[in-house]
């Protein structure tokens, strides 16, 4: 049964195809996390372009196959992907440098709802990598800055020296039109700004509770005590959505890998309505 639907789905769902690495760049100092800007090889033309907040499946030839999200797309069509060195792929794919190819099937997965958060308040919260996948809704808020009330960034992070995109960081940082709030959960002697755990920044409030969206992406923890500090500052539960992370395998829904009671989260998700997850989110190590 499985066979006929995979036969019915678009040949980039279930066979890689060749993307080349046009550039590595290294995120933080320990090389854990690198970022990769891929172009398809001459002769590919992608079907899509992923939306915010979908993901591909990476294929690293004679490794394996893992589901990294889009951090964002270049103006020529690129696609920048964000990885952390987790596992035996990842860690194998740290090795690559620029003209490597790499097998590459989707996008997968929902978006984020950027189009509900047009003329409302938008607040983006992020724990560690959980940044990447926000970073494309930041580039459209901040491209399309206009159609927005207030954007709020609350971002944390291990350390200092565990942040990633520092120069955008910093870049937002200069903006008037932008609020960033940076907290870590280690300080050093060098660093000026919050310790401690993310919540704090969002219950600071300075936004308009009755007319906000929110988009949280990090540890599933942290992500269930965000949404619980937001619903505290007065935004309703289908105001927040949430971006799972969990392990997927076939990115259509066949394998049952990730799924969580009902859903699948590579083909109902990764991005949920906060409501859909929370039920999840209150079993202890699901």
């Keep these: 049964m499985a066979t006929d639907a995979a036969a019915t789905l678009p040949d980039q769902a279930m066979a890689p195809e060749p993307w080349r690495i046009?550039?590595?760049?290294?995120?933080?100092?320990?090389?854990?996390?690198f970022s990769w800007t891929l172009?398809?090889?001459?002769g590919m033309e992608p079907d899509a372009a992923p939306a915010p907040g979908q993901f591909n499946m990476l294929y690293l030839f004679g490794v394996g196959e893992v589901p990294i999200s889009v951090s964002a797309i270049t103006d020529d069509g690129g696609i920048v992907h964000?990885?952390?060195?987790?596992?035996?792929?990842?860690?194998?794919?740290?090795?690559?440098?620029?003209?490597a190819v790499v097998g590459l099937r989707g996008p997968f997965g929902t978006a984020w709802p950027l189009e509900q958060a047009r003329g409302r308040d938008l607040v983006l919260v992020a724990g560690g990598i959980g940044l990447a996948p926000l970073r494309p809704v930041i580039h459209a808020a901040l491209e399309r800055r206009s159609e927005f009330g207030r954007v709020v960034?609350?971002?944390?992070?291990?350390?200092?020296?565990?942040?990633?995109?520092?120069?955008e960081l910093d870049a937002w940082t200069a903006r008037d039109d932008v609020d960033l709030r940076i907290t870590v959960d280690r300080g050093t002697a060098a660093w000026r700004g919050d310790?401690?755990?993310?919540?704090?920044?969002?219950?600071?409030?300075?936004?308009d509770r009755r007319n906000t969206l929110a988009m949280v992406c990090g540890p599933e923890v942290m992500m269930r005590f965000t949404a619980s500090?937001?619903?505290?500052?007065?935004?309703?539960?289908?105001?927040?959505?949430?971006?799972?992370?969990?392990?997927?395998?076939c990115a259509v829904g066949f394998c049952g890998h990730c799924q969580i009671g009902s859903h699948f989260v590579c083909r109902d998700g990764p991005v949920f309505p906060y409501p859909v997850m929370e039920p999840a989110f209150r079993i202890r190590e699901l």
């Design 195 to 207: 310790v401690g755990v993310v919540t704090q920044l969002v219950d600071r409030g300075g936004f």
């Design 153 to 167: 960034v609350c971002y944390g992070a291990r350390s200092p020296g565990d942040m990633i995109f520092r120069d």
């Design 229 to 249: 500090s937001l619903e505290r500052r007065g935004l309703k539960p289908e105001d927040i959505y949430v971006s799972m992370e969990r392990n997927m395998r």
């Design 22 to 33: 046009h550039s590595v760049r290294r995120d933080v100092a320990s090389n854990e996390v």
């Design 82 to 99: 964000t990885i952390r060195a987790v596992g035996s792929v990842t860690r194998a794919m740290q090795d690559l440098e620029a003209s």
């Design 39 to 42: 172009y398809p090889e001459p």
